[in-house]
């Protein structure tokens, strides 16, 4: 099939889900779930195990409650549909930065930056680059700067020492891993925030911001504390220390990034709406402008032809790519609308208490169990958006939303640096020319208990404090 034709009915899912978020007509939402069907329908034999895996227990779900006797499936299933289309439209429109990003010369230079910095700094402006590279490149972010860390760490640079050369890269590939997990705790353009968000709608991102920074901070520098106790010095002094490459090209791209976002908050503040539905808007939008400066460069006016025809050919093959995140998110979308409803709130409640959590433990709890459902395979978006449908009133748990909110979102961080089934881990393995199992239980699995450790300490501290 051509493949215009295969990015058809995503396209057609944008559409019509924008449509509908500017005050169109309500009937789009059937069109929109209708397209998304078709085109889960279309790229199906180029679906991972994963996305098959989920859109097979939203099939399961739909079947029980289109059971004779259910009580009114129907618009359940509209609304389940509809989150689905809208995940799906988020994740896509969120993708249009990367080819943006695929082919800027500015991503390229901060990338080499990164990587010349001397050992002392390198975990952090490794860590802190990927996390602001992640922010607009996802796993696209591994691949860059992975590459360069290799190219770069070559038995020359290590003064002929293999076991130097050996040392670099897992600190080199540790940092990068570590700080691309950060992302989804401090994007207020990802994903994590979206499902987050839409499951707790009395939840604000501004509300949200001081417990995710502090969270995100705890892994930070738990992670360079870990890697400077880490760090063989008995291989200091077999090569000098580099003075390293001035960071101004990434100066550059965090103001390119800082538009964006401060561009995404004032349309959401002019127009009166959440972050995650301006987002939806905005950063196409800023996609476009980012082709169209590179392109002006070239010469021929401002840009726009040629970003417009660029933008034309790159969406044929982009549109179809994102078939297994638009069929993983879009699923446990649906899944956690179905669940919530299926599952009372006051049995859960009942549930949880039985168990003996509470307060603090609750959320360390949510952090724990994201991270050991991505160690089975089940992915942190699917687990988070479960946990986040059924836990729909932490404040009944005796656990503020903000902190409950920071838990999962902790626990999306860490279930990206530990299990051996994520594509960020399974990538980082093949750079390594190691075992995933290596990297994230190795590497990382002293890490993420201590980071676990320090976010419960943190949150009874907090717990003890506020009451």
């Known amino acids: 099939m051509a493949a215009a034709a295969r990015a058809l009915p995503l396209q057609i899912v944008i559409l019509c889900t924008l449509a509908g ?17 078709v085109f889960v329908v279309l790229e199906w034999r180029r679906q991972s195990l994963t996305a098959r895996l989920m859109l097979g227990g939203a099939a399961v779900l739909t079947a029980v ?26 994740i896509t429109c969120l993708g249009t930065l990367r080819m943006a990003a695929a082919h800027s010369p500015l991503v390229k230079r901060c990338g080499a930056a990164l990587i010349r910095q001397p050992p002392r700094w390198r975990y952090a402006t490794l860590s802190l680059g990927s996390a602001a590279f992640g922010l607009i490149l996802n796993l696209g972010v591994i691949a860059l700067l992975g590459v360069m860390s290799l190219k770069g760490n070559t038995l020359q640079a290590a003064g002929g020492h293999s076991e130097v050369q050996q040392a670099r890269t897992r600190r080199m590939l540790t940092a990068i891993l570590r700080g691309f997990s950060l992302a989804p705790i401090i994007s207020p353009l990802g994903i994590a925030l979206a499902v987050i968000l839409s499951n707790y709608p009395t939840l604000r991102w501004v509300t949200l911001l001081p417990y995710t920074a502090a969270t995100a901070a705890i892994l930070f520098l738990t992670g360079w504390a ?27 791209f965090v103001a390119v ?17 959440r972050l995650p539905t301006a987002v939806l808007f905005t950063v196409p939008v800023s996609a476009f402008v980012w082709m169209a400066v590179q392109r002006h460069r070239l010469g021929g006016g401002l840009g726009l032809r040629r970003a417009a025809t660029a933008f034309r050919r790159r969406s044929l093959t982009f549109f179809p790519g994102m078939r297994t995140e638009v069929a993983v998110l879009g699923s446990a979308g649906f899944i956690g609308v179905v669940l919530a409803e299926m599952l009372p709130r006051s049995w859960v409640a009942e549930q949880i208490l039985g168990l003996g959590l509470a307060g603090a433990g609750l959320a360390a709890g949510a952090t724990v169990l994201v991270v050991i459902a991505a160690q089975v395979g089940l992915n942190p978006i699917v687990s988070v958006t479960l946990l986040a449908s ?8 005796g656990i503020p939303v903000p902190i409950m909110a920071a838990g999962l979102m ?50 009874t501290a907090y717990g003890a404090w506020a009451g």
């Open 390 to 397: 059924v836990l729909r009133d932490p404040a009944a748990l």
């Open 410 to 459: 902790a626990g999306w961080g860490l279930a990206m640096v530990t299990s051996p089934l994520t594509a960020s881990m399974l990538m980082t393995a093949r750079l390594a020319r190691t075992s995933p199992y290596t990297v994230g239980y190795g590497w990382n699995g002293p890490y993420v208990v201590a980071t676990c450790l320090l976010l419960w300490l943190a949150a």
């Open 257 to 273: 990034l800082a538009a964006i976002v401060l561009f995404t908050f004032g349309a959401a503040w002019v127009a009166g709406t």
């Open 21 to 37: 978020l500017l005050g169109a007509p309500s009937w789009l939402s059937y069109i929109a779930g209708a397209a998304l069907l």
């Open 226 to 252: 870990q890697d400077r106790i880490a760090a063989p010095r008995h291989l200091a002094s077999l090569v000098p220390e580099t003075t390293g490459t001035p960071l101004r090209p990434l100066l550059r």
């Open 65 to 90: 409650v289109l059971y004779p006797g259910a009580p009114t499936p129907a618009p359940l299933l509209t609304d389940a549909l509809d989150r689905a289309a809208f995940f799906a439209t988020f």
